[in-house]
């Protein structure tokens, strides 16, 4: 589930830009993050396209922006960016969750150890 908000600046809003940018961004369902809000800006230059993504979630923030020659090129640019982001992220979190557990068996194995058997 995901709440976007748009902003187009030097250009008019468009709910093709708004569907393309969601489609894009339904493969970060797929990560199962949960509840996503995020915030979209689409602005016009005079040769680029800018578009600029936030997202956040429990707690965490992720940001892209790409310029591109059209806005399509730019929101995959940008979508491509976040996914990666966000799978670097889970995979820090759980290299993590998998060195502390080696580390939890070591001291229970201590603690274990420690303590008299009773015959």
Known sequence: MMDLAFTFRNIKS???LQTLTRSKLERL???GLGHLQG???FTRD???CQVELSL???GQNYLASAS???FAQAIECV???LTRQIRDSKALATHR???ALPLAAQLARKRDASIPAHA
């Open 14 to 16: 468009s709910s093709r």
């Open 29 to 31: 369902d797929k990560l």
């Open 39 to 41: 915030h979209a800006v």
């Open 46 to 48: 005079k040769r680029d």
């Open 56 to 58: 956040s979630m429990k």
């Open 68 to 70: 591109c020659e059209d």
């Open 79 to 81: 979508a491509e960016k």
């Open 97 to 99: 969750r998998r060195q």
